[in-house]
């Protein structure tokens, strides 16, 4: 099967403590992208890559980082210095190219930081 | 920056009915995509509408784009109880792929 896995589906963590997530593609995808998610709202783009080794930060970086050192992986590091980091996380990937191609969605994580 | 604003933010209807969302933005695009998110899981892509096209249709979905407005409307047509969800409009800026999601429409379909 074809697709875009996140791992895990639950995370608890103390506060001042980083934490990665993952995000996997087979798709053969070029681009992926982090989004965040907050009760009640839209998406916000952390960070996003369209090529391997190559990373571009989105409209709320501060406080995230990730790497892009294969093509099916993006792992994404929410460190302590993200002020609230509590939230729902959703990776997703692309095809990229001269036209814009649909964004496929990973089931996301849940990261409850206490 | 969000781009794109949905309009009404919620909404419930019966089974059977339409249900039309709207969504507005702000500056040019490439294109505008629409996406439909369940409770707690990931978005699926349902419609991707270029800046040239007025409307494009799927299944029981219709969208049209009004580029001198700004805006687009989502158009579900005999609704269902599986509806329910919330959709998202993400507009494509810059060209390349980085896309700009409105706060989403909650529909909620009564059987």
């Known amino acids: 099967d074809g697709g875009i896995t996140q791992s895990p589906k639950y995370l608890f963590r103390k506060e001042g403590q980083n934490v990665t997530l993952s995000c996997e593609q087979n798709l053969n995808h070029d681009a992926m992208y982090w989004y965040r998610q907050d009760p009640g709202q839209g998406l916000r783009l952390i960070y996003y890559s369209q090529i391997v080794n190559d990373f571009q930060k989105g409209d709320i970086a501060e406080g995230y980082s990730v790497s892009r050192e294969k093509k099916e992986s993006f792992p994404l590091t929410v460190t302590s210095a993200q002020k609230n980091p509590t939230a729902f996380y959703l990776c997703a990937s692309s095809m990229m190219g001269q036209k814009s191609y649909e964004q496929y969605f990973g089931p996301g994580t849940r990261l409850t930081v206490t | 920056s969000q781009q ?11 089974e059977g009915e339409n249900a039309t969302m709207n969504c507005s933005y702000k500056t040019s695009i490439n294109n505008l995509q629409w996406y439909r998110q369940n409770s707690g899981r990931g978005l699926v892509h349902l419609i991707l509408i270029r800046s040239n096209e007025r409307e494009k249709h799927s299944g029981r979905l219709r969208v049209t784009l009004d580029t001198s407005k700004k805006s687009s409307s989502l158009l579900i047509t005999a609704s269902r ?16 792929n980085r896309l700009a999601f409105g706060k989403g429409n909650q529909v909620v379909v009564i059987p």
């Open chain 2, 81 to 96: 109880a599986a509806d329910t969800a919330s959709y998202f409009c993400a507009t494509d800026v810059y060209g390349n």
């Open chain 2, 4 to 14: 794109g604003e949905e309009d009404p933010q919620a909404l419930s209807i019966q």
